[in-house]
């Protein structure tokens, strides 16, 4: 089993920027990879980016792509979504993922074992 805490969430302005972080514990963290997907209600839960398991290679959205970086820290087991130029349709609850079956870097949520309970991030126009 694996716990994935998320902090940093809340109400910024458009054009402003956030951080968000995701604490886990339970398990050996380097063994994941790790994502960040956000959900609006009503809407399919959406891929932001995603992290190997060492950190070399990083992927993420369209929508996101120069506005937000995904990075990860294996001796304090956590990961991070720097989330800049911030758009009101960011809004969103923002949850953090963990892929423990080694295979490549994945874009589906169903690619993820393991969840946390989410972030709000608003983002006011």
């Known amino acids: 089993q694996v716990q994935l805490v998320e902090s940093g969430g809340g109400l910024v302005q458009a054009g402003g920027s956030l951080s968000l972080s995701c604490a886990a514990s339970?398990?050996?963290?380097?063994?994941?990879?790790m994502g960040w997907f956000r959900q609006v209600p009503g809407k399919e839960r959406e891929f932001v980016a995603g992290i190997s398991r060492s950190g070399g290679v990083t992927a993420s959205a369209d929508s996101v792509k120069g506005r937000f970086t995904i990075s990860r820290d294996n001796t304090k087991n956590t990961v991070d979504l720097q989330m800049s130029n911030l758009k009101f349709e960011d809004t969103a609850i923002y949850l953090c993922?963990?892929?423990?079956?080694?295979?490549?870097?994945?874009?589906?949520?169903?690619?993820?074992?393991?969840w946390g309970q989410g972030t709000q991030v608003t983002v006011s126009s």
């Open positions: 993922a963990a892929d423990p079956r080694g295979n490549g870097l994945s874009r589906n949520r169903d690619g993820y074992d393991y």
């Open positions: 339970g398990r050996t963290f380097s063994l994941f990879h």
